[in-house]
C-alpha cells in the first residue's frame, strides 16, 4: 500500500490528542464568557443600523482589489484620517485583521541589523510577522522592564548599531495583565528604540473615548500601536497607528499590505461609526468596569485571583482537567472555553473567562457557583 501524503499530520493529530490538546470547531452555544465582544456591539442594534445606513450609501460589500489598484475607497481614508486623530497619531493605515498587520509590521519595519525585544508572551501573530522579517530578534521576560533594557544593552555591547524595536501587548489576552507602558517608553527612549504597542484587547474599553492604554503616550516620534476592531468595536480589520513614515513604508514595501485585496469599504465605514459610538457612549465602558469588579469579588470568595482586567485566568494547569471543567460549565449553559498549550505555556493550561456586556451580574453569580461546582467535581 501507497504511504498516505498525510502520514505525518495524522501522527500529530494523534500526538495532540494523547496530549489533550487536539482542537475541534464547535458552534457557539450557552451565555457569553469567552468572547472579545467586550461592549457588546458585534450584535447590536446600533452597528446593524450603521450597516443599513451604509448599504443606503451605496458602499460596496468588496474592494474589489488591492489599495494600491482600484480597492483603496474613499471609506478607507476617512476612517484612517479619523483614527489618526482618534488614537492621537501623525497616520493610521487599515487592515483587514490583526494577524495580518501584526504580519506587516514586524515584516516591514525592523531592518537588517535591528534588533526586536519582544515580551516572552506577545501574541502569535507578531512572532509570525518577525519570522518574515530581516531584524534579529530575542525575548524579554513578561512584563520586565529592566529585562528589555538589559537585553538592548548586551546588544549594544555586541557592536549592535541599527534600532532596537520594544513590542509588547498593552493588556495581554490570555493573563488579562497590564504592560508596564511608561517604564517600557523610559527604556524606548533611553535606547533610541521604537516602541510597539498591541492595543488588541484595551481598544475600546481603556482611555479616553476608549482610545487604549498607550494613549497617555501619545503623540510621540517612537511609538506605533495596532487597533484591532474584532474585538471591543464589534466589527472587524485592524488600525495600524504611528508616524507618517509608518503608514507610507508599509504602503511601499509592506508586502502583505501590497498584495492582499483591500478590506471592505462597507466595513470601514462601519469602523468609524463604532470608534463614534464607542467616543460618545463612555457609559459602556464604565459599565463593563462595573461588571469586572463584580467578578473579581465573586471569583475572590472562591480564592483565585484578579487580573484587573475584562480577561480573568483560572490556571488549572493540568489539559484533560481544564477541559472536564470547562465541558461542565458549558453543559450548564455558560459558554467558557479551556486555553491549552501552545496559546498558552506548558503546565498553565487555564480557563479563560471573559467579562463583556453581553452578561449581567446575574449571569456572573450562576457562572461562579457553576464554576466552584465543578472544580470540586473535576
Given at each position: 500500500?501507497?504511504?498516505?501524503?498525510?502520514?505525518?499530520h495524522h501522527?500529530?493529530?494523534?500526538?495532540?490528542?494523547?496530549?489533550?490538546?487536539?482542537?475541534t470547531?464547535?458552534?457557539?452555544?450557552?451565555?457569553?464568557?469567552?468572547?472579545?465582544?467586550?461592549?457588546?456591539?458585534?450584535?447590536?442594534?446600533?452597528?446593524?443600523?450603521?450597516?443599513?445606513?451604509?448599504?443606503?450609501r451605496g458602499?460596496?460589500?468588496?474592494s474589489?482589489?488591492?489599495?494600491?489598484?482600484?480597492?483603496?475607497?474613499?471609506?478607507?481614508?476617512?476612517?484612517?484620517a479619523?483614527?489618526?486623530?482618534?488614537?492621537?497619531?501623525q497616520?493610521?493605515?487599515?487592515f483587514?485583521?490583526?494577524?495580518?498587520?501584526?504580519?506587516?509590521?514586524f515584516?516591514?519595519?525592523?531592518?537588517?541589523?535591528?534588533?526586536?525585544?519582544?515580551?516572552?508572551?506577545?501574541?502569535?501573530?507578531?512572532?509570525?510577522?518577525?519570522k518574515?522579517?530581516?531584524?534579529?530578534?530575542?525575548?524579554?521576560?513578561?512584563?520586565d522592564p529592566?529585562?528589555?533594557?538589559?537585553?538592548?544593552?548586551?546588544?549594544?555591547?555586541?557592536?549592535?548599531?541599527?534600532?532596537?524595536?520594544?513590542?509588547?501587548?498593552?493588556?495581554?489576552s490570555?493573563?488579562?495583565?497590564r504592560?508596564?507602558?511608561?517604564?517600557?517608553?523610559?527604556?524606548?527612549?533611553?535606547?533610541?528604540?521604537?516602541?510597539?504597542?498591541?492595543?488588541?484587547?484595551?481598544?475600546g474599553?481603556?482611555?479616553?473615548?476608549?482610545?487604549g492604554?498607550?494613549?497617555?503616550?501619545?503623540?510621540?516620534?517612537?511609538?506605533?500601536?495596532l487597533?484591532?476592531?474584532?474585538?471591543?468595536?464589534?466589527?472587524?480589520?485592524?488600525?495600524?497607528?504611528?508616524?507618517?513614515?509608518?503608514?507610507?513604508?508599509?504602503?511601499?514595501?509592506?508586502?502583505?499590505?501590497?498584495?492582499?485585496?483591500a478590506?471592505?469599504?462597507?466595513?470601514?465605514?462601519?469602523?468609524?461609526?463604532?470608534?463614534?459610538?464607542?467616543?460618545?457612549e463612555?457609559?459602556?465602558a464604565?459599565?463593563?468596569?462595573?461588571?469586572?469588579?463584580?467578578?473579581e469579588?465573586?471569583?475572590?470568595a472562591?480564592?483565585l485571583?484578579?487580573?484587573?482586567?475584562?480577561i480573568?485566568?483560572v490556571?488549572?494547569?493540568?489539559?484533560?482537567?481544564?477541559?472536564r471543567?470547562?465541558?461542565?460549565?458549558?453543559?450548564?449553559?455558560?459558554?467558557?472555553?479551556?486555553?491549552?498549550?501552545?496559546?498558552?505555556?506548558?503546565?498553565t493550561?487555564?480557563l479563560?473567562?471573559?467579562?463583556?456586556l453581553?452578561?449581567?451580574?446575574?449571569?456572573?453569580d450562576?457562572?461562579t457557583?457553576?464554576l466552584?461546582?465543578?472544580?470540586?467535581?473535576?
Amino acid at each position: 500500500m501507497t504511504p498516505s501524503p498525510f502520514a505525518a499530520h495524522h501522527a500529530d493529530l494523534a500526538a495532540l490528542a494523547a496530549d489533550d490538546r487536539r482542537r475541534t470547531l464547535v458552534p457557539r452555544a450557552g451565555i457569553d464568557f469567552a468572547s472579545n465582544d467586550y461592549l457588546a456591539l458585534a450584535g447590536s442594534y446600533v452597528l446593524n443600523e450603521a450597516v443599513a445606513q451604509g448599504l443606503q450609501r451605496g458602499l460596496p460589500a468588496g474592494s474589489g482589489g488591492s489599495r494600491l489598484l482600484r480597492g483603496n475607497h474613499e471609506e478607507h481614508e476617512a476612517l484612517e484620517a479619523h483614527a489618526a486623530r482618534h488614537y492621537g497619531s501623525q497616520a493610521a493605515l487599515f487592515f483587514p485583521t490583526g494577524f495580518a498587520a501584526n504580519a506587516a509590521l514586524f515584516a516591514t519595519l525592523p531592518q537588517r541589523g535591528d534588533l526586536i525585544v519582544h515580551d516572552d508572551l506577545i501574541h502569535a501573530s507578531a512572532h509570525d510577522g518577525m519570522k518574515l522579517g530581516r531584524a534579529d530578534r530575542v525575548a524579554a521576560a513578561h512584563n520586565d522592564p529592566q529585562a528589555f533594557d538589559d537585553a538592548i544593552a548586551a546588544w549594544r555591547a555586541r557592536g549592535g548599531t541599527g534600532t532596537p524595536w520594544i513590542a509588547v501587548e498593552s493588556l495581554y489576552s490570555m493573563d488579562g495583565d497590564r504592560a508596564p507602558l511608561a517604564d517600557l517608553a523610559a527604556v524606548a527612549d533611553r535606547h533610541d528604540a521604537v516602541l510597539i504597542v498591541d492595543e488588541a484587547h484595551a481598544t475600546g474599553v481603556y482611555g479616553p473615548a476608549g482610545a487604549g492604554l498607550a494613549h497617555a503616550l501619545a503623540p510621540r516620534d517612537n511609538l506605533v500601536t495596532l487597533h484591532t476592531c474584532g474585538k471591543a468595536l464589534g466589527c472587524e480589520g485592524a488600525l495600524l497607528c504611528g508616524p507618517a513614515i509608518v503608514r507610507d513604508f508599509i504602503v511601499n514595501r509592506g508586502r502583505p499590505f501590497i498584495f492582499s485585496t483591500a478590506p471592505s469599504p462597507l466595513m470601514a465605514w462601519l469602523v468609524r461609526q463604532a470608534l463614534e459610538i464607542v467616543a460618545g457612549e463612555p457609559e459602556r465602558a464604565a459599565r463593563l468596569h462595573d461588571l469586572v469588579a463584580h467578578a473579581e469579588t465573586r471569583l475572590a470568595a472562591l480564592g483565585l485571583p484578579a487580573s484587573g482586567s475584562q480577561i480573568i485566568p483560572v490556571v488549572i494547569g493540568d489539559n484533560a482537567r481544564t477541559m472536564r471543567i470547562a465541558g461542565a460549565l458549558q453543559q450548564a449553559g455558560f459558554d467558557v472555553r479551556g486555553i491549552r498549550p501552545p496559546t498558552v505555556p506548558h503546565g498553565t493550561a487555564r480557563l479563560r473567562i471573559a467579562i463583556t456586556l453581553n452578561v449581567g451580574e446575574a449571569d456572573i453569580d450562576r457562572m461562579t457557583d457553576t464554576l466552584a461546582a465543578a472544580m470540586a467535581d473535576a
